[in-house]
């Protein structure tokens, strides 16, 4: 079974940072993109960023620039740093796992898996 713990959201001010973090387990981390999505109150999950098993980054245009994914292997943690975060960075994180042994399914607690996200609020 796929789980992923997340941890590292806080409250900060707009211009702060935070970096999440999250550690997986159930599926061979090093063969699965990973990513994050979140959800603001109200609204439907949003897809952050991934990375690709290969290296490939995306980014949603609201957070180019400023956010950054990446992943320690030896760990199975993929993190995502969050610089001059904004207040409509405001919402839960939750982390996502493709794993190609699962034909590239993928898993998050944003849409009902494992994972129970973690809170990020941004004040202006």
């Known amino acids: 079974e796929v789980q992923l713990v997340e941890s590292g959201g806080g409250s900060v001010q707009a211009g702060g940072s935070l970096r999440l973090s999250c550690t997986a387990s159930?599926?061979?981390?090093?063969?699965?993109?990973m990513g994050w999505y979140r959800q603001a109150p109200g609204n439907e999950c949003e897809l952050v960023s991934t990375?690709?098993?290969?290296?490939?980054?995306y980014y949603t245009d609201s957070v180019k620039g400023r956010f950054t994914i990446s992943q320690d292997n030896a760990k199975n943690t993929v993190y995502l740093q969050m610089n001059t975060l904004k207040p409509e960075d405001t919402a839960v994180y939750y982390c996502?796992?493709?794993?190609?042994?699962?034909?590239?399914?993928?898993?998050?607690?944003?849409?009902?898996?494992w994972g129970q996200g973690t809170q990020v609020t941004v004040s202006s």
């Open positions: 990375l690709s098993i290969d290296g490939t980054t």
């Open positions: 159930g599926f061979t981390f090093d063969d699965s993109d």
């Open positions: 996502a796992a493709a794993p190609r042994e699962d034909n590239g399914s993928w898993y998050s607690g944003c849409f009902g898996f």
